[in-house]
C-alpha cells in the first residue's frame, strides 16, 4: 500500500515563526502536492511538484514555499506564520499522467496564535 | 480546467441508494471525471473515475452519458459509516486539481 506520512499531526506555533511541514511517500512517486483545506472551502492547492527541485504554484501559493531535495520528500514552509495560515495541511502524491490517482496523508493541522 | 458544481449536502438512511451529480459543462476532450471521498479527520481517497459511459467498482458506480457534461456518482445501499464528504474532479490529468467544497453526505440510521 502507498503510504503518505505528514511528520505532524497537530502543531501550535506563534505568529511570526517560520514552520516545516513534512511530508514522505514511500511509492517513489513523480508528484507531491500540498493542499489546505478550510471549512466550506474545501481543499485548495498551495503548490506541487512534479519532480526533484521542481515546483510550479497552486491556487493559493501566497505566504508559502515548499522544498523537494528528494523524490521521497516533499516540504511545506511557512516563512513567517500569520493567523490566517491556521488550517489543515493535507500532502498527497501520486505517479503522474492523464488518471494519476492521488493518495493523501492524514493531515496536519496547523494553529497560529 | 473544467469548473465543477456539486450539491452542497444530501441526507439519506441506511440501505438506501445515494446518488450525487456533478455538473462540468465545459468539460475537455482529454478530461477525465474522478471522485474522492473524505472523512473527518483524515485525507481524501480515491473512489472511482471514469471517462464515458458507466464504470463500477466494490464502493460505488460512475454513469457519465454521452455528452459528458455531467456525472452521478451512485453509492448503493449505504450505510453509517458512508458519512462523508464526496468530491467530483475533472480534469487531464492530476496537476492542478483543486477539490472544492464537495457533498457531505449524512446518512441516518
Known amino acids: 500500500d502507498v503510504k503518505v506520512t505528514q511528520s505532524s499531526r497537530y502543531l501550535v506555533k506563534r505568529t511570526g515563526e517560520k514552520v516545516f511541514l513534512e511530508c514522505v511517500q514511500d511509492?517513489?512517486?513523480?508528484?507531491m502536492f500540498w493542499y489546505r483545506q478550510d471549512p466550506g472551502l474545501g481543499l485548495r492547492l498551495i503548490y506541487f511538484s512534479y519532480d526533484v527541485k521542481m515546483k510550479e504554484k497552486g491556487d493559493i501559493p501566497e505566504g508559502y514555499s515548499v522544498s523537494r531535495e528528494k523524490k521521497e520528500r516533499f516540504s511545506l514552509i511557512l516563512e513567517s506564520a500569520s493567523t490566517n495560515q491556521t488550517s489543515m495541511y493535507l500532502c498527497?502524491?501520486?505517479?503522474?499522467?492523464?488518471?494519476?490517482?492521488?493518495?493523501f496523508g492524514e493531515g496536519s493541522r496547523l494553529t497560529v496564535l | 480546467l473544467a469548473k465543477t458544481t456539486q450539491p452542497i449536502s444530501m441526507d439519506s438512511y441506511e440501505g438506501q441508494e445515494v446518488n450525487i451529480t456533478c455538473s462540468h459543462n465545459n468539460i475537455a476532450t482529454n478530461d477525465y471525471i474522478t471522485w474522492y471521498q473524505q472523512f473527518p479527520s483524515q485525507g481524501p481517497r480515491f473512489i472511482i473515475q471514469?471517462?464515458?459511459t458507466k464504470v463500477t467498482n466494490e464502493v460505488a458506480s460512475l454513469f457519465i452519458p454521452a455528452d459528458r457534461k455531467s456525472s452521478t456518482l451512485s453509492l448503493p445501499r449505504v450505510s453509517l459509516s458512508d458519512t462523508a464528504v464526496y468530491y467530483c474532479l475533472v480534469g487531464p490529468n492530476d496537476y492542478k486539481l483543486s477539490f472544492g467544497a464537495g457533498t457531505t453526505v449524512t446518512v441516518r440510521a
Open positions: 471514469g471517462y464515458k
Open positions: 511509492m517513489d512517486h513523480e508528484n
Open positions: 498527497a502524491s501520486s505517479l503522474g499522467g492523464y488518471t494519476g490517482e492521488l493518495f
